[in-house]
């Protein structure tokens, strides 16, 4: 093994993983004057999900100086999101709800009151590239193996890269590992959540029939029992689809693979199939188990984890990459507290109350709208009314509420808990007065033929059982990654936790 002590005095902090969460957190050190060296497993661009962003990010991009390029790139324009649920699994007929992303109060606006759908390949390159403008140092094909910890101090990492073995000793590491979740796997701290048991497929397809119009680049979310269905369009007719399913729904997905659980909801209901008339499947349907996860411990002395790496929850508000934004916004500032002042462990102390407080704001709606989505009238009730009154801009209430959706969690906290009421009341109010479950709109189950959306050529596709775990196997070689990461794995290790 190689020591490279040189990059003790070379780097002052080391970041593992160049995901959005990242890039940011190099760049904004980069600006205050660190040395920065970014560890990336793989070649960027490479795919990944999670392709519909907040108008929320839309500040740390400015503070980037990569807010123009993005605007101008050619992702698509997403200016609201739209939530929608069918009268019956065999009706056209469905009921929705918009929230416009400039139906906020005028303090919590910025000055671009929209957001995008990506390609997450060119975004994040984009994010990349902006971090080397910066002077961050990148390495990618390096895999980290482990972090070296003397008691709860980070001293080092070791990686392998260009085919050896090395150590690097800087100041401070981050872990912007996403999935991998690096030091929770290491210190065996991962916790999935109680409530959100959730798994996804996940495909492109072609062709896909969209909105007209000003609502063609609006993010579309279908529920349907137990789970949700996602629309994302994005540029070159490319339209990202999956469903997200929470457990009992799940239940028999071992024993298919993830195409035939996609393919297989599309075609359970009319309003979903009358999309696909037209359609080809692009490339090979994915599949990601236990979506929803937390790591108890995410600091200590000389480290901490942002983004994924130290929580996620689920994508139905688009969360994940305005997590990892401002996760790294804030560490930033924490590490520098960090460095200046002698190793304070006062200034991680801010990171820790920070995301303690910002883990609730986030988990707790996502756990009301899990509870609701357990009875059919709870849910259409909420989508009924809410798109009734979401048109009515001088809404107090509801311009604080289309807030929380826009990316800013830290906002309006009563709104959150009101939210949690509707949700425990659904939970434990909708028995008793007889709302029942699904059984009545699952009736009215949709008998028409199934689709046999036809595939690109050149799509490679997969087969066979392609889920992943929440995390990334610790011995996968690096040159396989992004099959990994996206496509292989059996069910047996999807079903495994992190090792």
């Known amino acids: 093994m190689i020591d490279t002590g040189m990059n003790e005095q070379t780097f002052d902090v080391a970041i593992i993983g160049s995901g959005p969460g990242g890039c940011v957190a190099s760049t904004f050190l980069a600006q205050k004057g660190y040395k920065v060296l970014v560890l990336e497993r793989e070649t960027f661009p490479r795919f990944h999900v999670g392709e519909s962003l907040l108008p929320g990010t839309q500040p740390i991009w400015e503070r980037m100086g990569i807010a123009d390029e993005l605007q101008n790139s050619g992702h698509t324009f997403k200016a609201a999101g739209e939530f929608r649920i069918g009268r019956f699994p065999d009706r056209e007929e469905i009921y929705s709800t918009i929230g416009y992303f400039h139906n906020v109060p005028r303090a919590d606006m910025s000055p671009r009151p929209h957001a995008y759908q990506v390609e997450r390949a060119v975004f994040d390159k984009q994010l990349q590239d902006c971090a080397r403008r910066h002077g ?281 808990q009101l939210m949690s009421l509707m949700g425990n009341l659904s939970a434990w109010g909708a028995p008793l007065i007889g709302l029942g479950g699904w059984d009545r709109y699952t009736k009215h189950a949709y008998t028409g033929a199934p689709l046999d959306i036809p595939k690109d050529p050149h799509g490679g596709h997969g087969s066979g059982h392609d889920f992943t775990p929440m995390t990334i196997r610790d011995d996968d070689p690096v040159e396989e990654t992004s099959e990994v990461l996206t496509s292989a794995g059996a069910m047996e290790m999807a079903a495994t936790s992190a090792e």
């Open 136 to 416: 961050v140092t990148v390495w990618e094909k390096t895999n980290v193996q482990e972090v070296l910890l003397e008691g709860n101090k980070a001293v080092g990492i070791r990686l392998r890269r260009n085919g050896q073995e090395q150590t690097i000793r800087p100041k401070f590491i981050i872990d912007a590992s996403g999935r991998r979740c690096i030091m929770g796997r290491q210190l065996d701290c991962i916790e999935h959540d109680p409530i959100i048991k959730t798994s996804a497929a996940f495909g492109h397809f072609k062709g896909v029939q969209r909105d007209p119009g000003y609502r063609q680049g609006f993010f579309n979310g279908y529920f349907i029992p137990h789970g949700w269905v996602w629309f994302i369009p994005l540029a070159g007719d490319v339209m990202s689809v999956g469903t997200v399913q929470n457990q009992p729904a799940t239940d028999d997905w071992k024993d298919k693979n993830s195409e035939e659980i996609l393919l297989e909801t599309i075609n359970k209901y009319k309003f979903l199939q009358d999309r696909f008339k037209n359609a080809v499947q692009v490339g090979r349907v994915r599949g990601m188990k236990d979506l929803a996860y937390t790591t108890k411990t995410y600091y200590g002395d000389g480290w901490l984890s942002i983004g994924d790496a130290n929580f996620f929850v689920d994508p139905l508000y688009s969360s994940g990459v305005q997590i990892a934004h401002s996760t790294a916004d804030v560490a930033v500032n924490c590490v520098d507290e960090f460095l200046k002042n002698g190793r304070d462990m006062r200034a991680l102390e801010k990171y820790r109350d920070y995301i303690d407080d910002y883990r609730v704001r986030v988990f707790r709606p996502m756990r009301c709208f899990y509870r609701c989505m357990r009875h059919y009238k709870t849910i259409a009730g909420y989508v009924k009314s809410t798109g009734y009154w979401f048109g009515d801009f001088n809404n107090w209430f509801l311009r604080r509420a289309c807030c929380w959706g826009t990316g800013r969690f830290h906002r309006h906290n009563w709104t959150i």
